[in-house]
Structure formats: structure tokens, C-alpha cells
């Protein structure tokens, strides 16, 4: 009895020793997603100085908040074909790589088209790694943290704005023309370690055996979860991947992901047409909440709400960024918070009572709180998980694309909506687009929590219809007989 405790004492500890290599992979690919945040925290900061330095208008500053996420497009639309053709770690060096170069660029930019073009590079990195990091976290852990470890790099972006927004209230003490390009070139040296440093990890094992290389999937897994479920796991990578026999040299190495397309958009079947609906539309819908607007236009936010002087306004940013870390209720909080700004704007300059302004200001904290522990998150995690295997990487392109898409027509329309409708007004307006959110998360994002990332397909075999009038279905296990020998699921 003491021997088998004994026993599965040491299992424990020895399950509990290969996740906490799996969350160490997991948290180095998602250093990429802490750059990406300092960018967009350490903006909202450094636009203010640009104004001032460079004598931008209202549209050019749109246009530079905005053009990152434009140009991620083209990195987020290419990450996919790229990671299937060179891998998932090489793929976060070379997003790492191309946000060395962006930053670089803006650090030392001239003039605003050279500003422009270093946001422009930095956008193609960012495109890069917003598909690659939860890409990485989902194929290299196991099902019991999949949650947790997909969820990191918004956990990550989170950070990486809170260090923005300090890097801002720091670095502001410095000359006008040195602050914001400081601000701004910071981010070249965490990308030039993390480029270097990113080699050192493990390849996912479910991309080796894409590429025929199951050999050494089996060394990655053997790295990454118990003995025991070695073989297991092999068997269902290998079943989702359509290569089940066991000669892997029919797996067509290096193929890159073709046909992957056609299977999306022309072919689809039920199952993928609503799994492409799903991380589609949480993408799509993650920044019609106005999450971008309250980030990247914090300053101009407080200005409204009557903080007045500039190191007040930076200060208050670093609150938001600490929020963005830790709580729960968006629509209720862009509600408020259009209460908050309608009432200020309606007072008499300097008059405005103080529960209005109170009420502005808790409500940026704690919308942004709410989206931290909600869309945030859950939207990457998401994401990541549902496509099958054979779409991943292609599939979580096009869902950053929508994303990207999404977040820049926010970033470089908010300026001319609140001047149209007044601050208050727009925000009123992204409660209620939060509200058709809700409703779309309801209703087409089944569970797919404790479900092994090759059995999800299956999770989407109903419609919502079907899905909500009856129990879910057990998660289908797969027969421990098969492990190894390449027989089909029974």
C-alpha cells in the first residue's frame, strides 16, 4: 500500500515537474506578446510628445496609432503559411526579428515618415506574433493547462502595456526630442535577446509530425508530459494529422499547409464552417467592445474626465496598465463610463460634479479590468484550440487578420467618432455592440474545456440549436490499445 503511494506520490511530482517545462516554453514564446503590449502602452504615451515635437494633426496621429494594426495584416496573413513551412519557433524568432527592425526604425526616426515606416515593421512583427504565441502555447501543453498557458500571451500584452505606460511616466523626464524616441526604441532589446533565446525551446511537437518527423515529436513529448501518455498522445496527433500509418514518410514532409484554403473557404464541412463562425466572429468581436479606444487614447480620455496636467495623465495610464493585470463587467462599465463623460461634458468647464468625474475614472479601471479577465483572455485561448490540427496555423492567421482589422478600425476612427457623437456618445455606442457580443459568444462558442485539442472537431459536429436544447457529449476517449499501432479510432 505505502509502495503505491509511494508510486503515484512520484507521478504527481513528476507530471507536475514537465508542465512546469511546458509553462516555461510556454511563457518564452509569449515574451513576443510583452512587446507587442509595450508598444501599443508606450504610444499612448508617446503620442502626446510626437504632437508636440513633430506638430502632427488629429489625423496623423490616428494614422500612426492605427497603421500598426494594418500592417500586422500582412505579418498575420503570411505567419500562418510561414509557421507551417519553417515551424513554430522559428517563426517567434523571426516575428522577434522583425520588431528589432520596427523599433529600431522608430527609435531614430527623423521625421514622420520614417515614424511611420518603423510602425509600419513593428505591424508586420506584431501580425506575426499575435498568430504564432497562442499557436506555440496550445501545441506544446498538455490538455489539463491548454487553458491556462493559451490564455498568456493577452496575460503577456497586458503586461507589456503596464510597462509602456511606466516607460511613459519615466522616460518623459528626458528632453522633448530624446523622450518618445527612447520611449519607442526601447523594444529593440528584448527582441534581440528573445530572437536568440527562442532557439533554445523545444518545437511543437504536433508540427514534427506534420512534417513526418515523429521521432522526434516523441523526444518534445516525452519532455512535456507523463510516460504514460506518450504513445497515447502520438496516436491522436497523428489520427488528426490523416497519418496513421506507420510510415511517416508518407506524410508528405514539408508540404506547408496546401490546400488549406480551399478546405476553409471553398469546401468547408458543417463542423469546420462553424469552427471558422466561432474564432472568426470572437476575434471580430473582442475589439468592437472599444478596448483599443480606452488603451491606446487613456490620456485623452482622462484630459476629458479633468485630469489636467500631463504627468497627471501618465499616471493615471499606469493605473490603467496595472488593471489590465487583475476583476469583471464590460458592458456595465462602458455604460458608466459614457454616463460619467456625458455628465462632465454638459457641466461647465471645471464645474463638473465629482461623482461624474469618480464615476469616468473607476469605470476605464474597471472596464478594463473586465476585458482582461473576459475577451481578453478567452479570445486567444479560444482561438488557438478549436481549429483541427491540419488548419491551425492558417486558420489562427486569418483570425488575427479580422483582429487586426477590427482593432485598427477602432484605433483610427475614435478621434472623429467621439468628436461626431461626443465621448460619452461613443462609448454608449460600444455598450451596445458589447451587448451583441454577449450574445454571439452564447450562442456560437460551445465549451471546449478538459477536450483533448485533436477531439474539439467533434465539439462542433452540432449546431447551437441542438447544442442548447440537449447535455453536452462525453469527451470520446481514445483506446489506449491504439497507442502506437496505427489503428483507426474506434
Known amino acids: 500500500m505505502g509502495d503505491e503511494e509511494q508510486k503515484k506520490g512520484n507521478g504527481r511530482k513528476e507530471a507536475t515537474r514537465k508542465n512546469k517545462y511546458a509553462v516555461a516554453c510556454s511563457i518564452i514564446g509569449s515574451v513576443i506578446s510583452i ?3 509595450y508598444d501599443t502602452g508606450v504610444m499612448s504615451g508617446a503620442m502626446l510628445f510626437i504632437k508636440e ?7 496623423q496621429v490616428q494614422v500612426l496609432a492605427g497603421i500598426l494594426n494594418v500592417c500586422a495584416l500582412v505579418g498575420s496573413l503570411t505567419a500562418g503559411r510561414v509557421s507551417d513551412w519553417v515551424g513554430r519557433r522559428r517563426t517567434i524568432s523571426l516575428a522577434a526579428c522583425i520588431f528589432l527592425a520596427g523599433s529600431v526604425l522608430m527609435g531614430l526616426s527623423p ?11 513593428a505591424g508586420v512583427g506584431v501580425g506575426y506574433a499575435l498568430m504564432i504565441a497562442p499557436v506555440y502555447a496550445a501545441e506544446i501543453a498538455s490538455t489539463e493547462i491548454r487553458g491556462s498557458l493559451t490564455s498568456l ?13 511606466v516607460a511613459n511616466y519615466l522616460l518623459a523626464k528626458l528632453p522633448l526630442v530624446y ?5 519607442l526604441g526601447l523594444g529593440a532589446l528584448p527582441s534581440a535577446v528573445l530572437a536568440v533565446a527562442v532557439l533554445a525551446m523545444p518545437e511543437s511537437p504536433r508540427w514534427l509530425v506534420m512534417q513526418g518527423r515523429a521521432d522526434e515529436a516523441v523526444v518534445v513529448l516525452r519532455r512535456v508530459c507523463d510516460p504514460g501518455e506518450v504513445d497515447v498522445r502520438l496516436a491522436e496527433i497523428k489520427a488528426a494529422a490523416g497519418r496513421l500509418a506507420d510510415n511517416d514518410a508518407a506524410a508528405a514532409p514539408g508540404s506547408g499547409g496546401k490546400g488549406v484554403w480551399k478546405e476553409m473557404f471553398l469546401h468547408p464541412t458543417p463542423p469546420v464552417r462553424r469552427i471558422l463562425l466561432a474564432a472568426f466572429g470572437v476575434h471580430f468581436f473582442q475589439h468592437l467592445t472599444g478596448i483599443e479606444a480606452v488603451v491606446l487614447y487613456s490620456p485623452r480620455i482622462f484630459k476629458a474626465a479633468g485630469i489636467a496636467t500631463t504627468s497627471e495623465v501618465l499616471v493615471a495610464t499606469i493605473g490603467v496598465g496595472v488593471t489590465k493585470t487583475v476583476l469583471s463587467g464590460i458592458i456595465a462599465s462602458l455604460a458608466c463610463l459614457g454616463l460619467g ?16 468625474v469618480a464615476l469616468a475614472i473607476a469605470t476605464v479601471f474597471t472596464f478594463i479590468a473586465s476585458f482582461s479577465v473576459g475577451v481578453g483572455p478567452i479570445t486567444w485561448a479560444y482561438s488557438s ?5 491540419r488548419l491551425r496555423a492558417q486558420g489562427a492567421s486569418v483570425g488575427v487578420a479580422i483582429n487586426r482589422v477590427m482593432n485598427a478600425a477602432v484605433s483610427m476612427t475614435f478621434v472623429s467618432l467621439y468628436k461626431a457623437v461626443t465621448i460619452g456618445g461613443a462609448f454608449f455606442v460600444f455598450a451596445g455592440l458589447a451587448v451583441v457580443a454577449a450574445a454571439f459568444f452564447y450562442l456560437a462558442c460551445p465549451e471546449t474545456q478538459g477536450r483533448p485539442l485533436e477531439e474539439i472537431e467533434e465539439v462542433f459536429s452540432r449546431g447551437w440549436r441542438e447544442r442548447l436544447s440537449s447535455p453536452p457529449r462525453a469527451a470520446v476517449e481514445l483506446p489506449v490499445s491504439m497507442a502506437g ?4 479510432r474506434q
Open 485 to 488: 499501432d496505427g489503428k483507426q
Open 111 to 121: 521625421n514622420f515618415g520614417t515614424l511611420l515606416a518603423g510602425r509600419c515593421v
Open 385 to 389: 484550440e478549436v481549429y483541427p490540427l
Open 341 to 356: 463623460l456625458t455628465v462632465i461634458e454638459r457641466s461647465e468647464q471645471n464645474h463638473a460634479p465629482t461623482w461624474a
Open 179 to 183: 523622450g518618445w524616441r527612447a520611449m
Open 153 to 165: 500571451p493577452e496575460i503577456c500584452i497586458s503586461f507589456g502595456i503596464l510597462l509602456g505606460y
Open 35 to 37: 512587446l507587442m503590449g
Open 53 to 59: 515635437d513633430m506638430k502632427t494633426n488629429d489625423t
